[in-house]
């Protein structure tokens, strides 16, 4: 049986694990069929967070009626499944206006989990992800978009990648739930985290390549609308040369502050 571990360093919330990271990890054991000539291309797979993901905790990992399911005490943490309708791409920006609009970061400001490992000032250059996405031109249809530039730091490299057969090759690629989790915050910040506290709820996402380390890369994000407590956002990475990596969409759910206190 398979078995999913976050490790403390994924975390999101100080006492749980990253909503982009779990997901992304629990998509890289959902059985599927290749999409494209690539080892590492993967189809759509919407992971649902049913619970804070717990932080180093063995989670057994079964498969049933196409739901891959991790559980804890007995209790479903996150499932996934494959879906046929990839995600919509947001449209890129620039890479010199992704840039200058980390100096506008509103987690610079405050930040309810400073220690996220996507998104907390509190995180050092290779022990987090340490994307800042700041607010660019809205989109055609008028909505919220915000964008940061990230350059995968060596120690995320998957140096076990079935791509890399020579140890010495010099192009070395993240691990999915790094991927995923490059998706995760960006889409947050879109939909307002700095005035609505919210946690992933539900998140989609087709991974075309994973990203390179040491290239930097430009993510995006979009508000897509609000229903009650839920809060629907997008994003998209693209590489140096403007080519899409990977796309997401995802349901946000608003929180009481005081369970994350």
């Not at 189809?43 to 804890?72: Q, Y």
């Not at 609000?226 to 969409?249: C, H, M, P, Q």
Request: net charge negative.
């Amino acid at each position: 049986m398979n078995r999913l571990i976050v490790p403390r360093r994924f975390c999101g919330p100080p006492s749980s694990g990253n909503g982009g990271w779990t997901a992304g990890a629990l998509a890289g054991l959902v059985e599927h069929e290749r999409p494209g000539d690539r080892t590492d291309a993967r189809p759509a797979i919407e992971v649902s967070l049913r619970r804070p993901p717990p932080l180093d905790t063995a989670m057994p990992v079964t498969v049933a009626e196409g739901l891959t399911v991790a559980s804890a005490e007995g209790s479903t943490v996150a499932e996934a499944r494959t879906v046929t309708d990839a995600p919509e791409p947001v449209d890129p920006v620039p890479a010199a206006e992704a840039r200058a609009a980390g100096a506008s970061y509103a987690g610079l400001r405050s930040h309810p989990f400073p220690a996220c490992f996507v998104c907390g000032t509190g995180r050092r250059e290779g022990d987090g992800l340490r994307i800042f996405p700041g607010p660019v031109g809205a989109a055609p249809d008028g909505s919220t978009r915000v964008a940061a530039t990230w350059t995968p730091h060596p120690s995320l490299a998957d140096d076990d990648h079935p791509d890399r057969t020579d140890p010495d090759e010099e192009v070395r690629r993240t691990s999915l739930a790094v991927t995923w989790a490059a998706l995760d915050c960006t889409g947050g910040w879109a939909g307002d985290l700095e005035e609505r506290l919210m946690v992933l709820g539900r998140m989609t996402a087709q991974v075309d390549t994973l990203p390179v380390v040491g290239e930097e890369h430009v993510v995006v994000g979009q508000a897509r609308g609000r229903d009650g407590r839920k809060t629907s956002t997008a994003t998209t990475l693209y590489d140096a040369d403007g080519r899409v990596v990977a796309r997401a969409e995802h349901i946000w759910i608003a929180i009481d502050p005081k369970d994350f206190a």
